[in-house]
C-alpha cells in the first residue's frame, strides 16, 4: 500500500531558486525518510526526521514535519542542476524498519 | 561507505523462466529489503529479512520468494516470471541509524 503522497509531481526551476515538495501520509510513523534518485539509479538517503521532531536541517536541505497533519516538506536551497533528480518521502512504520513511499517528485533544475 | 551491489543492471527473460536477483551488502547488517519500482508508483515492499534465513512478506509478495543464507546476502527469486514482473528492482540493507542503503537497481525486462 502506498503511504505517502508527494506534491507535486513534478517540479520545474531554474538554478538559484528553492525547490519545495510535500508530502502527506496516512499511519502513525516512527520516523520519515526523504530520498533522491537520479535518474534509473538506486535511492541515496538524504534526512530523516523523527516523529517527535518538528523540523531538521542538513546543508541546504530543510525539513519540516507536522504529525497533527499527518505531513511533511522538503525544502531544497539555491537549487543546482546536479539537484535534478526524483525526490521521495518514505514513512517508517514499524520496529523492522519497512519502509513506504509516496509516487515522487520530479525536480528539473535549469542552468 | 556502505555499498549494496546486485547482481544485474539489465535482465531480459521469457515468460515462465525462474529468475534469480542477488543482493549483497558489505556492512554486517540484518534488515534486509526488495523492493520493485514502476512508474506512478513508487516503491513497493515485496519481502524483507531481518536475520539469517528470516523473513517476512511485504506488501505484493505474490509471485516471488526469497532466500537468505548468509547474512550479507538476500536473493528475490522470480518462480515463473510474467510479463507483470517487468520493473525496477531495488534491494536495500538497513543500519542501525535507520537509513536505508540502496543498490543500483535491476532493471528487468519479461518478455
Known amino acids: 500500500s502506498q503511504q505517502g503522497e508527494e506534491d507535486p509531481q513534478a517540479l520545474s526551476i531554474q538554478e538559484g531558486e528553492n525547490a519545495t515538495m510535500n508530502c502527506s501520509y496516512k499511519?502513525?510513523?516512527?520516523?520519515l525518510q526523504w530520498y533522491r534518485q537520479n535518474s534509473g539509479r538506486g535511492l541515496v538517503h538524504l534526512i530523516l526526521i523523527r516523529s517527535n521532531e518538528r523540523e531538521k536541517h542538513s546543508g541546504r536541505l530543510r525539513v519540516t514535519l507536522d504529525t497533527s497533519k499527518k505531513s511533511s516538506s522538503l525544502l531544497i536551497t539555491a537549487s543546482r542542476a546536479a539537484d535534478t533528480a526524483s525526490y521521495f518521502c518514505?514513512?517508517?512504520?514499524?520496529?523492522?524498519?519497512?519502509?513506504?513511499f509516496g509516487a515522487g517528485t520530479q525536480v528539473v533544475v535549469t542552468p | 561507505d556502505v555499498k549494496v551491489t546486485q547482481s544485474s543492471r539489465y535482465l531480459v527473460k521469457r515468460t515462465g523462466e525462474k529468475v534469480f536477483l542477488e543482493c549483497v551488502q558489505d556492512m554486517d547488517h540484518e534488515n534486509m529489503f526488495w523492493y520493485r519500482q514502476d512508474p506512478g508508483l513508487g516503491l513497493r515492499l515485496i519481502y524483507f529479512s531481518y536475520d539469517v534465513k528470516m523473513k517476512e512478506k511485504g506488501d505484493i509478495p505474490e509471485g516471488y520468494s526469497v532466500s537468505r543464507e548468509k547474512k550479507e546476502r538476500f536473493s528475490l527469486i522470480l518462480e515463473s516470471a510474467s510479463t507483470n514482473q517487468t520493473s525496477m528492482y531495488l534491494c536495500?540493507?538497513?543500519?542501525?541509524?535507520?537509513?536505508?542503503?540502496f543498490g543500483p537497481g535491476t532493471r528487468l525486462t519479461v518478455t
Open positions: 499511519t502513525s510513523i516512527n520516523n
Open positions: 536495500a540493507s538497513r543500519s542501525g541509524t535507520n537509513k536505508q542503503y
Open positions: 518514505a514513512t517508517e512504520i514499524d520496529s523492522w524498519g519497512k519502509l513506504q
